[in-house]
């Protein structure tokens, strides 16, 4: 399932879903806009039914970013039980693939 959440609601989000992968975005961003469709197609799989994922407008909501250590843009994250995983500038959706196996 794919939704958007912001500041205020992104920790109780992370604390109600053991497993969490987060896309951090910018409209300006050119290869934001690129990896979109492929992170909702991933996000609505259903072998990927037990995991939320999240779009986060990184410049909207600073606490969420500064939650995955956002450097670069597009940005994702994985949290499992509320706890940062991983987080990587990448829009390499072998990459997401990876990150989403390593929560299981």
């Known amino acids: 399932m794919l939704q958007t959440a912001t500041d205020a609601d992104f920790e109780s989000l992370l604390k109600s879903n053991p497993k969490v992968v987060v896309k951090y975005y910018a409209d300006w961003c050119g290869s934001c806009k690129l990896f979109a469709p492929k992170f909702k197609r991933i996000a609505n799989d259903e072998a ?57």
Request: proline content about 2%; glycine content about 8%.
């Open 48 to 104: 990927n039914a037990g995991i939320l994922f999240l779009d986060i407008n990184a410049e909207e909501n600073e606490n969420a970013r500064k939650l995955a250590g956002v450097d670069n843009l597009p940005f994702l994250a994985t949290f499992k039980d509320g706890i940062l995983v991983e987080g990587a500038a990448t829009s390499k959706e072998e990459y997401l693939l990876k990150m989403i196996n390593d929560i299981r």
